[in-house]
């Protein structure tokens, strides 16, 4: 599995090996999750060369990973690479072959259990053919929510939901949605606040991805965390990425002019307001659906991205959390939350975050 890394930070001795104590513990957990135990531990190391970012070797049973694992793409990305190189292993080892490398028996091994074979690591993020002509109808739809006018602003929003509605539907029915991928959102934290649990909600209840809290470890801090990942078609998995960056950034701004208005200086109940923002907007697009539901669309899921979901986590523990917080600030988060219109309004680049929808340079 190889990719060139622009660059690769030093790491220091302790935390290389702590982060290694945590591979090992990765390793064991999806042997048997995802491999049922039958592959024995191979010798744990640290690549040293930056055109690859994992190695398994039959001759020396030895799994490697790059270090730039650690400092340029984070333990999502270092997770899947573990578990592509597991396949290796798995094909070799079990199955017994050992002149294949990324042919079709490693990538049935791969599609069984969730797993991206793609040979450079990082999952492929390109939609072609429907799938971007329908996002780009979409963004078409989100720039006319940028007018001032109000109703306009809502009608384009709401036409711009009911064409992934459509699209969504028929191409379950038809079994045409075409290969699953997913993504990690966001960056990984210790404690997951309550407005990104009800904003998990809001991407895997309206916008047909499967979202779910998956562990990771945070070498720098030598501290375990999670963040979000979404599973989903191309298509799909560029529009939630969007809502999940565009409701993050209008959450807190509507946060700061909830301060200036009221003259609040402190942000006490800045999560308070921000969970109320979520779970306004949450409610508004429950009565969108509702009106959907009215004229015939109604969405009953996709069995086929469930499958794929369950490949990636077999063994899923559902947990609900809940929290104290002050009731007027997250009274005032929900009413604003309840006026937001979903439009095209973020553009960046790949550095900083998704440069989507036929997004303005």
């Known amino acids: 599995m190889s990719v060139v890394s622009e660059r690769t930070q030093v790491l220091s001795a302790e935390l290389e090996r702590a982060a290694l104590r945590r591979v090992r513990q990765c390793y064991t957990e999806y042997n048997h999750s995802l491999f049922k135990g039958l592959l024995l531990p191979p010798t744990l190391r640290w690549l040293d060369a930056e055109d690859q970012l994992g190695r398994y070797s039959p001759q020396h049973r030895e799994l490697g990973l790059s270090r730039s694992l650690l400092t340029e793409h984070g333990w999502g990305v270092l997770v899947e690479v573990l578990k592509h190189e597991m396949a290796h292993q798995y094909v070799s080892e079990v ?32 939609s072609v053919g429907d799938q971007a002509r329908m996002l780009e109808r979409v963004a078409k739809l989100l720039a006319l929510a940028e007018s001032p006018n109000a109703h306009e602003a809502q009608a384009a929003m709401s036409a711009a939901q009911r064409l992934m509605l459509k699209y969504n539907i028929d191409a379950a029915l038809s079994s ?114 509702s009106k959907n539901q009215k004229a015939g ?34 009274r005032a988060g929900r009413e604003a939350g309840g006026k937001i219109v979903l439009r095209r309004g973020i553009s960046e680049g790949p550095s900083t975050g998704p440069k989507l929808l036929g997004g303005r340079n």
């Not at 899923?316 to 009731?327: A, E, F, K, L, M």
């Open 95 to 126: 199955l017994g072959q050992t002149d294949e490398a990324h042919g079709a028996l490693f990538r049935q091994v791969c599609a069984e259990r969730g797993i991206d074979a793609n040979p450079t690591g990082l999952p492929d993020q390109a």
């Open 176 to 289: 045409q949605q075409g290969s699953f991928r997913f993504r990690h959102l966001g960056q990984p934290s210790g404690r997951v606040a309550e407005s990104q649990r009800i904003l998990s909600t809001i991407l895997s209840e309206h916008f047909f991805v499967q979202a779910i809290w998956v562990p990771v470890y945070r070498p720098l801090e030598q501290k375990r965390g999670s963040v979000l990942e979404i599973c989903g078609t191309e298509s799909n998995l560029a529009l939630a990425e969007y809502v999940h960056t565009f409701l993050n950034r209008t959450a807190e701004q509507l946060w700061r002019e909830h301060k200036r208005q009221n003259g609040i200086r402190k942000n006490a109940n800045r999560r308070a307001f921000v969970t109320g923002v979520m779970s306004g907007f949450l409610r508004k697009l429950g009565e969108e659906r």
């Open 297 to 330: 669309l109604v969405w009953q899921g996709d069995a086929e991205l469930v499958g794929y979901f369950r490949r990636r986590h077999p063994h899923i523990r559902w947990t609900s959390r809940g929290g104290s917080h002050d009731r007027d600030s997250y």
